[in-house]
């Protein structure tokens, strides 16, 4: 998209169609290598932080017959 050169235009894109970034996985967390760990443990460890804001969300996980509800969003989810 060539944006590096342009910081102006980048913003003006970013505020037209803002990236929303879907956690599902951590593989590094607080200085910590996770990436030894099982799928389910680096899950429970991301839902533990509860990471959500306006740019970023971690997504309900389905785990085997399980099915981890994210954490609550503190906005409201926009209508269709």
């Known amino acids: 998209m060539g944006l590096s050169g342009s910081p102006a235009k980048a913003a003006r894109l970013a505020a037209q169609d803002p990236a929303?970034?879907?956690l599902f996985d951590a593989l590094h967390?607080?200085?910590r290598d996770?990436?030894?760990l099982p799928y389910t443990e680096?899950?429970?460890t991301l839902e533990d932080h509860a990471l959500h804001a306006a740019h970023w969300s971690t997504p309900a996980a389905v785990i085997g017959h399980e099915v981890l509800a994210?954490?609550?969003?503190p906005w409201p989810r926009p209508r269709p």
Do not use: S
Not at 70 to 73: D, F, G, Q, S, Y
């Open 29 to 31: 967390l607080g200085g």
């Open 42 to 44: 680096r899950r429970y």
């Open 20 to 22: 929303h970034l879907l």
């Open 34 to 36: 996770l990436t030894r």
């Open 70 to 73: 994210p954490a609550p969003r």
